[in-house]
Nanobody, 123 residues
Framework: QVQLVESGGTLVQAGGSLRLSCAAS????????MGWFRQAPGKEREFVAG????????YDGDSVKGRFTISRDNAKNTVYLQMNSLKPEDTAVYYC????????????????WGQGTQVTVSS
C-alpha cells in the first residue's frame, strides 16, 4: 500500500514558476514508477510527466516539454514537478500517481493516487 500526498499548488501569474511535491509512504518508494497528471474542469486526466523507479528515466507530456521537469529524491520518498513558464492553460488539479511497472501515459496504468493539488495560472 502506498499513500501519496501532493502539495505546492497555488495561484501564480503567467510566466511564473512553481514546484509541486508528492510525498509517499512506504519503504519501497524507490521501486515505484511515479507520474504526474493533471485534470482541468470538463477535460480528461492528462499525462504530464513520469519517472521510472529503477533507472530514474524521465518522460514528459507533449504539452509541457521544455517547461516542466520531474525529479525524485528516494531518500525523502518524494517526487517533484518543477513548472516554469506557466501558462493559463496549465490551470488544473495536479495529481501524482504510483505503479510498479514502466512509465505509461494512461491514467488507468497507475495503481495509487494522491488527492490532488490545485494550480491556477492567471493571465
Amino acid at each position: 500500500q502506498v499513500q501519496l500526498v501532493e502539495s505546492g499548488g497555488t495561484l501564480v501569474q503567467a510566466g511564473g514558476s512553481l514546484r509541486l511535491s508528492c510525498a509517499a509512504s512506504g519503504r519501497t518508494f524507490s521501486t515505484y514508477t511515479m507520474g504526474w497528471f493533471r485534470q482541468a474542469p470538463g477535460k480528461e486526466r492528462e499525462f504530464v510527466a513520469g519517472i521510472s523507479g529503477r533507472h530514474g528515466r524521465k518522460y514528459d507530456g507533449d504539452s509541457v516539454k521544455g517547461r516542466f521537469t520531474i525529479s525524485r529524491d528516494n531518500a525523502k520518498n518524494t517526487v517533484y514537478l518543477q513548472m516554469n513558464s506557466l501558462k493559463p492553460e496549465d490551470t488544473a488539479v495536479y495529481y501524482c500517481a504510483a505503479v510498479l511497472g514502466p512509465v505509461r501515459a494512461t491514467p488507468q496504468h497507475y495503481e495509487y493516487w494522491g488527492q490532488g493539488t490545485q494550480v491556477t495560472v492567471s493571465s
